[in-house]
């Protein structure tokens, strides 16, 4: 099983930065990817950005350029530094760890952008 404890998230206003972070309760390097989901209101969990073990990313469409994720594996963690903020991005983001076969997520974190 895999533990995901989310820090970081608020109030920014639009053009601002956050970051994200998640904490892994094992290796993370024995977790195949990670990555960051978020859901906004009325709409679907969708995928923002995913890292592998290999250190391969990738990016929704609406974020490159934007967001970055990355990995610190001797903290087990794994950030999403988030910048040039819209109010678009206004989410519940979520962590989510693939290990064993199995989806982990965290508890999710409210990213709140103002216009």
């Known amino acids: 099983q895999v533990q995901l404890v989310q820090s970081g998230g608020g109030l920014v206003q639009a053009g601002g930065s956050l970051r994200l972070s998640c904490a892994a309760s094992?290796?993370?390097?024995?977790?195949?990817?990670m990555g960051w989901y978020r859901q906004a209101p009325g709409k679907q969990r969708e995928l923002v950005a995913t890292?592998?073990?290999?250190?391969?990313?990738i990016y929704a469409d609406s974020v490159k350029g934007r967001f970055t994720i990355s990995r610190d594996n001797a903290k087990n963690t794994v950030y999403l530094q988030m910048n040039s903020l819209k109010p678009e991005d206004t989410a519940v983001y979520y962590c989510?760890?693939?290990?064993?076969?199995?989806?982990?997520w965290g508890k999710g974190t409210l990213v709140t952008v103002s216009s």
């Open positions: 094992r290796i993370i390097f024995s977790i195949n990817a």
């Open positions: 890292i592998s073990r290999g250190g391969s990313t």
């Open positions: 989510n760890a693939f290990a064993d076969g199995m989806d982990y």
